[in-house]
């Protein structure tokens, strides 16, 4: 922290939250609105949206359908928003949360164009220093991270990437003005479920796409359509019942509505079963892993079944077998890695103007002024796309220069992974909330339900708090330790470790090999948390207002491995 900043009076907050996406826009609405508490966003865009902001590249939409993947905590919210398209696009979710930011009048409240450069608890006094990158300081009781699980973009470091003369493009920082890419030679790197929605439309448009993989993806169809009005007023008549639900299902969303997930792939016969991943492939977005059979996703056996059959399904689409065989993954099981959904993407191969490139086999050494060398060829473009992925999870809160007690750095702590309760907070950094952190469902959960209940749930804990006079609360060290070795316990149950992933931190390299999401499902979770609430907040710690350390009092329920080890 700056020595100026430190010794000048700081503005004060109850709460300080960063970001302005989902997470921030809600918790600013819940800890205004409902706790009465003094609160400023900060967020370095121009603007409100978060992620939807930020990943305007061309297909960029959500793959889970837009009357799940929306808030579901104003009931008046819900009904006078109409989606138009199952999957809706990012200008449209875009311009759905900034009707959500005006509505709630939310604005007053945020800080754009803001970037919280670091964060400091001073144990003097009790409270976050935070320092923007407008040079200011202020201090809150609370700091809350809204920062998202997949907003800090990894890095490019092609050597000679600066030497190139052509225009260089990444997915998640894409031009606000749209990019005319027509008789343009155009290089993509990444096929993750970015590059995946973007690619069949700049290849409609560029002269030539050059099409860099370096993993083989399991892609299977989106199926977006529009809405048609009785669909959408009969959602809406029986909105807070199906949102109920949906909570109750393991990843939020409530296909149990439209079909029975099947126990085993074990138990059907290979006629029954072949019809039950048609159907499910042929309902899009993520029924395939979600809504067939449990155990898919549990069990290495049975996910061969499954993988087998994408498999079948990218080599039926796909016209020249050679190009097919790049396209077919074998390195890693369906489901291991996030599953991305596509629109027409294997036919996109069968264009005379896509050429596909196996990254693994020949990898990019450098870029040139002209384009890209892989080890036997240099390919001449007019632009490259980025779409390399994120320091996902816990990436985020490790670029901000976090400090905790005794000064502890949040990359001291994490060095060897995130160690967190619950996803939500870390032991040594008192008061910091971390809206879907990582060790909690968050990506394994459909977001917006997953980012309300955190929260809720930071909402009801800080209203305690005030109800009990208490000032602090930390996670007990024991607490967290259990979390950690709970949410590694829960990952060694599915297929998730098979596969090197952002979930596991390996998509960056020297980052540290742990499951970074909490994959026992949502309803799990969701009870895990319910308890912990039940017992007074087990495995948090608190000070009352005034206490030091000496006479600090503890303020704990039962032991919270009674509930994280059910
Ligand atoms: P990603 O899934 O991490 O994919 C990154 C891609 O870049 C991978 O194919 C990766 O290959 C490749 N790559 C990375 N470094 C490379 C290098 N040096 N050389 C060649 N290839 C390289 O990232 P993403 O596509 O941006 O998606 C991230 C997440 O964002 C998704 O999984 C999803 O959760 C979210 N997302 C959601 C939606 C939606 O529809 N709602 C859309 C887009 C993204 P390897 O696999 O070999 O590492």
């Known amino acids: 922290m700056g020595a100026t900043a430190s010794n000048t009076a700081h503005e004060n907050f109850d709460a300080v939250i960063i970001g302005a996406g989902f997470s921030g826009l809600y918790t600013l609405h819940r800890l205004r609105d409902d706790l009465g508490l003094k609160v400023r966003a900060f967020d370095a865009a121009e603007d409100v949206g978060g992620t939807w902001y930020w990943n305007r590249y061309p297909g960029a939409r959500c793959d889970i359908e837009s009357y799940w993947y929306s808030y579901s905590f104003d009931e008046d919210l819900q009904r006078e928003w109409t989606w138009k398209e199952q999957f809706s696009d990012q200008p449209e979710i875009l311009r759905y949360l900034n009707h959500v930011a005006d509505r709630f009048d939310l604005r007053r409240d945020i800080q754009c164009n803001t970037r919280v450069n670091a964060a400091i608890f001073d144990e003097d006094i009790r409270r976050w220093k935070i320092e923007t990158s407008d040079g ?10 809204g920062l998202g699980n997949l907003s800090l973009p990894q890095e ?10 052509g225009e260089v493009y990444s997915t998640s920082r894409w031009p606000h003005e749209p990019v005319d890419f ?3 030679r155009v290089a993509i790197v990444g096929t993750g479920a970015s590059a995946i929605q973007a690619i069949p439309l700049i290849a409609e448009q560029a002269a030539r796409l050059t099409v860099f993989q370096r993993t083989a993806n399991y892609a299977t169809p989106l199926q977006n359509r529009p809405i048609d009005p009785e669909e959408s007023a009969a959602i809406k008549a029986k909105y807070p019942e199906l949102r109920r639900y949906s909570r109750e299902t393991y990843a939020g969303i409530p296909y149990e509505l439209e079909f029975e997930i099947r126990p085993s792939v074990f138990a059907d016969s290979e006629e029954d079963r072949e019809q039950v991943f048609e159907e499910r492939y042929a309902g899009g977005s993520f029924r395939l892993p979600y809504g067939s059979y449990l155990d898919v996703l549990t069990d290495l056996e049975a996910n061969k079944f499954v993988s087998e059959f994408v498999r079948r399904k990218i080599r039926e689409r796909v016209n020249d077998p ?77 670029n901000i220069d976090v400090r905790g007690r005794g000064g502890q ?10 160690q967190t309760y619950l996803g939500f907070a870390s032991h040594g950094f008192p008061n910091l909330f971390i809206i879907t952190g990582p060790q909690s469902p968050s990506v394994w959960y459909n977001m917006p339900s997953a980012i309300e209940d955190h929260v809720d749930f930071a909402t009801d804990l800080i209203a305690y708090m005030r109800e009990h006079g208490l000032e602090t609360c930390d996670p007990e060290l024991d607490a967290e330790r259990k979390w950690v070795v709970h949410t590694k316990e829960e990952a060694d149950k599915t297929i998730v470790p098979a596969a090197e992933s952002y979930y596991m931190g390996t998509n960056i390299p020297g980052k540290p090999r742990c499951c970074m999401v909490y994959v026992g499902g ?18 948090f710690a608190f000070k009352e207002e005034g206490t030091t350390d000496a006479n600090s009092k503890r303020h704990t329920g039962v032991d919270a491995h009674q509930s994280a080890s059910r």
């Open 136 to 145: 200011k300081c202020v201090e809150a009781q609370f700091l809350i991270s």
């Open 522 to 539: 949502a309803p799990k979770y969701r009870g895990i948390c319910a308890d912990v609430v039940a017992q007074g907040y087990a495995g």
């Open 409 to 418: 750095t949040i990359q001291d702590k994490w060095r060897a992974g995130p």
């Open 322 to 398: 050679k190009v097919a065989d790049i396209l077919t993954p074998t390195s890693h099981p369906y489901g291991a890695k996030r599953v991305p959904c596509e629109t027409n993407y294997y036919e996109t191969f069968n264009r005379d103007n896509v050429e596909l490139i196996d990254a693994k086999k020949t990898p990019i050494i450098e870029a040139t002024a002209n384009g890209l060398r892989t080890q036997d060829r240099e390919f001449e473009v007019d632009a490259i796309i980025m779409a390399i992925g994120f320091d996902a999870m816990s990436g985020p809160l490790m």
């Open 156 to 165: 490019p470091n092609f050597p000679g990437l600066s030497d190139f003369t």
């Open 182 to 184: 027509t008789d343009k």
